[in-house]
């Protein structure tokens, strides 16, 4: 059974940091995809940050050059490195998990999610 733990959520101010953290259990992310998503009160979930050991990341523009997804293999656990945090940045952010190689922007190509952890960013 699959499983994703999120943590690392919390209030900070306008320019900020954060460093979130996902266990995953019961899954291996070798040549899978892995990624962050974020949803906001009355939005969408969108992508944040999206990646997979032989291909590379990818970031959603508004966190260009103000995050860092990676991946640590050895301890199967899944990192969004924060910075610069902008109020626009608060959300419920979310780990996912993908059944195959294959690294979609779509939330819905995602099999498994964790629980979510509450980012929040005051001006």
């Known amino acids: 059974q699959v499983q994703l733990m999120e943590s690392g959520g919390g209030s900070v101010q306008a320019g900020g940091s954060l460093r979130l953290s996902c266990a995953a259990s019961g899954y291996t992310a070798t040549r899978r995809c892995m990624g962050w998503f974020r949803q906001a009160p009355g939005k969408e979930r969108e992508k944040v940050a999206l990646i997979a050991a032989d291909r590379g990341t990818s970031y959603a523009d508004s966190v260009k050059g103000r995050f860092t997804i990676s991946l640590d293999n050895a301890k199967n656990t899944l990192y969004l490195q924060m910075s610069s945090l902008k109020p626009e940045d608060t959300a419920m952010y979310y780990c996912?998990?993908?059944?195959?190689?294959?690294?979609?922007?779509?939330?819905?190509?995602?099999?498994?999610w964790g629980q979510g952890t509450q980012v929040t960013v005051s001006s």
């Open positions: 996912a998990a993908a059944q195959s190689f294959y690294c979609s922007s779509d939330f819905r190509d995602f099999a498994y």
